[in-house]
């Protein structure tokens, strides 16, 4: 048994991100962890997946566009094991990192699952461990597949992203079930690499939380590599076999016979709060089973907080990374400046990237705010001409009488770095003249955030 200021329980982007804050705030500080550290975004998640995705974009590159480029390759193989190997050495060079931050930052990895023990302590196998200041609870979420419709997850035919990210080649013909970042990303991989995909998605658009005109967007673009896109679309039966899996899809009225070697789940993630002794410890949950928190993250237990997926939505990494540093200060007696949920960026790293912070422009319809778009299209950006990366769009929602900005989406290869001259405008709610007064270096892509700007405010350049 051994006492520290604070245990975290759960080594990934929450967790570890807390106990280094901590450490440098001068806490002694545990995290328990039962697997590798870095959790899901490092091991089977956000890390290995974005290598994946780089190999999708020279697989393209050099498939469709290099000869544009005056660069003719002949002979062109697609070895998805090689970058499966990239992808899994990135994953453990950067589980190594964390392992290195705990060591530099006098950080106690204690390995095993951690359960809460009522008066701030946390068993760990037979010893338990006392916090004297703190237990955080980091536990995220895992894969889920959707029994009711017979698509339990088998890890052969039916599979999650667990499996996704350790296979050695791309199935022939993949059903992706669920058009949000997960299935999204998925189908840009595996169709880069030659698998036949459809991807199936319950909701009227894929990337239904993303603004209409961006689910269209890359809803075009898929369409036009390959990828079958159906929405509004239902699976009524699934029947697994051991060489594939047939579905039958309802969408728009019809149904449709689907069979396949393998079917992705991506229709969401299960909260990891199960036998973690919560009920006993006094940790409440709410109607959605998160982890009931207040704003700062204290839960209904004296001396436990709870922070990342667990704690509610957003479930992105960088969401729980930044409570994870707020809780540390918190539990250091300091006064941290409040979380601003609603600017949180959110993207989706297929190519194009999707990426976006702020209202969407239905939800500014159904707020009844009167606003204005600006929208500039990167087939008008020398940049992306260049590139011939001309998909894609900045659009930007700002207040009509005051230019604040209520929203940004972009559709571009670089969204997912664009986006944060928007979300650093939000926090310090600049407007979009403000936006603009800032110079942007040509030709960049950026341009086309001050072109968005400037067109809200009717008077763009490149039009
Ligand atoms: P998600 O909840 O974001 O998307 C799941 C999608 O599946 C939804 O669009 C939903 O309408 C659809 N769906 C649900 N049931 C269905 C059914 N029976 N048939 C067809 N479609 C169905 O979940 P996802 O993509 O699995 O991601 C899990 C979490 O991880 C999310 O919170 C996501 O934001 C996060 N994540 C973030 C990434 C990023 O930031 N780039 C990448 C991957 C995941």
Same mark, same amino acid.
């Given at each position: 048994?051994?006492?520290?200021?604070?245990?975290?329980?759960?080594?990934?982007?929450?967790?570890?991100?807390?106990? *280094?804050?901590?450490?440098?705030?001068?806490?002694?500080?545990?995290?328990?962890?039962?697997? %590798?550290?870095g959790g899901v975004?490092?091991?089977?998640?956000? *890390?290995p997946s974005k290598a994946l995705l780089h190999s999708a974009y020279v697989a393209n590159l050099v498939n469709h566009d290099a000869k544009d480029f005056g660069v003719e390759v002949g002979g062109v193989t697609l070895n998805f094991g090689t970058a499966m190997k990239h992808s899994r050495q990135?994953?453990?060079?950067?589980?190594?990192?964390?392992e290195f931050l705990m060591k530099k930052n006098k950080i106690t990895v204690i390995k095993g699952e951690g359960t809460l023990v009522p008066g701030r302590k946390v068993k760990v196998g037979t010893e338990t461990h006392s916090a004297t200041k703190a237990v955080v609870i980091a536990t995220g979420t895992r894969v889920k597949g959707i029994p009711q419709i017979?698509?339990?997850?088998?890890?052969?035919?039916?599979?999650?992203?667990?499996?996704?990210?350790?296979?050695?080649?791309?199935?022939?013909?993949?059903?992706?079930?669920?058009?949000?970042?997960?299935?999204?990303?998925?189908?840009d991989i595996f169709n880069a690499f030659g698998a036949k995909v459809t991807l199936i998605e319950a909701l009227p658009r894929m990337l239904p939380v993303e603004d209409a005109d961006s689910s269209a967007a890359i809803a075009r673009s898929f369409k036009k590599r390959g990828i079958d896109v159906l929405v509004g679309a239902?699976?009524?039966s699934a029947t697994v076999g051991n060489a594939g899996v047939t579905l039958e899809v309802e969408?728009?009225?019809?149904?449709?016979?689907?069979?396949?070697? %393998?079917?992705?789940?991506?229709?969401?993630?299960?909260?990891?709060?199960?036998?973690?002794?919560?009920?006993?410890?006094?940790?409440?949950?709410?109607? #959605?089973?998160?982890? %009931?928190?207040?704003?700062?993250? #204290?839960?209904?237990?004296d001396g436990v907080y709870c922070i990342g997926d667990v704690a509610g939505p957003p479930m992105l990494a960088h969401?729980?990374?930044?409570?994870?540093?707020?809780?540390?200060?918190?539990?250091?007696?300091k006064k941290p400046h409040a979380i601003r949920y609603d600017n949180v960026p959110s993207v989706t790293y297929c190519h194009p990237e999707v990426a976006s912070i702020g209202l969407t422009e239905d939800q500014c319809k159904e707020k009844k705010l009167?606003?204005?778009?600006?929208?500039?299209?990167?087939?008008?950006?020398?940049?992306?001409?260049?590139?011939?990366?001309?998909?894609?769009?900045?659009?930007?929602?700002?207040?009509?009488?005051?230019?604040?900005?209520?929203?940004?989406? *972009?559709?571009?290869?670089?969204?997912?770095?664009?986006?944060?001259?928007?979300?650093?405008? #939000?926090?310090?709610?600049?407007?979009?003249?403000?936006?603009?007064?800032?110079?942007?270096?040509?030709?960049?892509?950026?341009?086309a955030v001050a072109e968005a700007a400037l067109d809200s405010l009717g008077r763009m350049i490149h039009a």
């Open positions: 048994m051994a006492t520290f200021d604070v245990i975290v329980i759960g080594g990934g982007p929450g967790g570890y991100v807390c106990a *280094i804050r901590a450490a440098q705030l001068g806490l002694t500080a545990a995290v328990v962890e039962r697997d %590798k550290l975004c490092v091991n089977v998640g956000c *890390i990135v994953a453990d060079q950067n589980s190594k990192g964390v017979g698509l339990e997850i088998n890890k052969t035919t039916v599979i999650s992203s667990d499996e996704a990210l350790f296979l050695e080649q791309a199935p022939k013909t993949l059903a992706i079930v669920g058009a949000g970042a997960v299935g999204t990303e998925f189908a239902k699976v009524k969408s728009g009225g019809k149904t449709q016979i689907i069979e396949v070697e %393998k079917v992705l789940m991506a229709a969401g993630r299960a909260l990891n709060t199960q036998n973690l002794g919560l009920e006993a410890a006094g940790v409440q949950l709410d109607q #959605r089973g998160f982890v %009931k928190v207040g704003p700062d993250l #204290r839960t209904t237990a969401k729980g990374s930044r409570e994870g540093l707020v809780v540390a200060e918190t539990i250091a007696g009167d606003y204005v778009v600006g929208k500039f299209a990167l087939t008008a950006n020398g940049r992306a001409r260049a590139t011939n990366e001309t998909e894609g769009f900045v659009k930007i929602i700002k207040d009509k009488k005051y230019g604040e900005i209520l929203g940004a989406h *972009i559709v571009a290869s670089h969204a997912s770095e664009m986006i944060h001259e928007l979300a650093v405008a #939000r926090e310090n709610e600049y407007t979009v003249e403000e936006v603009d007064l800032a110079i942007h270096a040509h030709p960049t892509l950026s341009e």
